[in-house]
């Protein structure tokens, strides 16, 4: 991380000379456990098992995934070579389906390698490309937290969903980093941070991070929030993203659009942050975002427990798509996307630009 050291003692995601330590986040938070991930196979079931999670930090272990892939490579040409750590991609990318981050990682990798003109040059460029990747991801948060900070008034109480700190991001975060920003420029904030069923993020992870760095939160169930909105306790919900389409439309964890529709209801502002590398300007709208369908069991058990009847059903999308019209502002490094989205689509240039 270049522009400004971490927020937090901690890191989800490190290359250290041979191999990648990774804090194991479903142990959070019960038990903070550092993993040695030396291949790829580890790091896609790593990624899948959500030992590492969030778009920026899955980029980034897809990054180093391609690295820990390309030293298990055995062809000796750079055409050879190049052909095998295609098949590498294929599979790391196949590990989660929605995060658009993963996808703009593994292009770029596959795209450095092309430029190889034997096996060791492509794989020292490989290396240098993921440490590129990682360094950039961090200092977009930072950028993107700094921007959102100006949209937190002194004594402002926010409402987030699923967690979107420095676990998710392996830099300042975004939805909570701009948080964790306008924290340390000395506002009095305060947090209302949903549960996130089914897997909890927001009582695991947020709440953890919060409260290590200071900030007072308060954990409430998914369905409260439209509870607290209507009391007028909150002042704008923040959240992160997996995927932007070029009309605006938003893809992040499932519950995401209920609360853009409550904020909508009661003339709350929902803001969306993201580093530009969650944009994916191919997809027109939400409706062609693809959304990652999870285990049954993450739904009918908790942390192996059962909470519902033996053989019941349960449905599991991990992602919903919040349409542009209920998003007032959509907060990147390169500045803020502000409303009208609905009647323009945000070009690459716009991106460059903005």
Request: glycine share 8%; charged share 25%; with cysteine.
């Amino acid at each position: 991380m270049n522009k400004a050291q971490s927020p937090v003692n901690y890191q989800p995601i490190e290359w250290k000379g041979d191999f990648v330590k990774l804090l194991d986040q479903t142990l959070l938070p019960a038990e903070e456990v550092y993993e040695e991930i030396t291949d790829y196979h580890q790091m896609m079931t790593a990624i899948k098992e959500l030992k590492i999670r969030g778009a920026p930090a899955i980029g980034v272990a897809g990054a180093y995934g391609m690295v820990l892939g390309a030293r298990q490579l055995t062809a000796r040409s750079a055409a050879g070579f190049q052909k095998q750590l295609h098949e590498v991609a294929i599979e790391i990318s196949g590990t989660r389906l929605t995060a658009r981050n993963l996808f703009w990682a593994i292009d770029r990798m596959e795209n450095i390698a092309t430029k190889g003109k034997n096996v060791e040059e492509i794989k020292t460029a490989l290396l240098k490309e993921a440490k590129k990747i990682h360094a950039e991801e961090a200092d977009a948060t930072f950028d993107l937290s700094k921007n959102g900070a100006e949209l937190i008034k002194d004594g402002a109480t926010i409402l987030t969903h699923c967690n979107t700190g420095p676990l998710a991001t392996t830099g300042y975060g975004t939805a909570l980093g701009i948080v964790i920003y306008a924290f340390k420029q000395g506002k009095k904030i305060q947090v209302y941070a949903d549960e996130t069923r089914p897997l909890l993020q927001g009582a695991r992870l947020t709440t953890w991070e919060l409260r290590k760095i200071g900030i007072p939160v308060t954990l409430i169930t998914d369905s409260m929030a439209g509870y607290f909105m209507k009391k007028g306790k909150i002042d704008c919900a923040i959240v992160g993203a997996d995927r932007i389409a070029a009309n605006g439309d938003t893809a992040n964890k499932i519950g995401t659009y209920s609360v853009a529709v409550l904020a909508k209801e009661n003339h709350v502002p929902f803001y969306v942050a993201a580093p530009t590398s969650t944009f994916d300007l191919s997809l027109s709208s939400g409706n062609r975002i693809p959304i990652e369908q999870r285990s049954q069991m993450e739904v009918t058990h908790i942390k192996g427990v059962p909470i519902a009847p033996r053989y019941v059903s349960a449905a599991n999308p991990a992602f919903d798509v919040t349409p542009n019209k209920y998003i007032t502002a959509i907060i990147t490094e390169k500045g803020i996307i502000r409303k009208p989205i609905t009647n323009r689509k945000i070009s690459d240039k716009q991106l460059k630009l903005i």
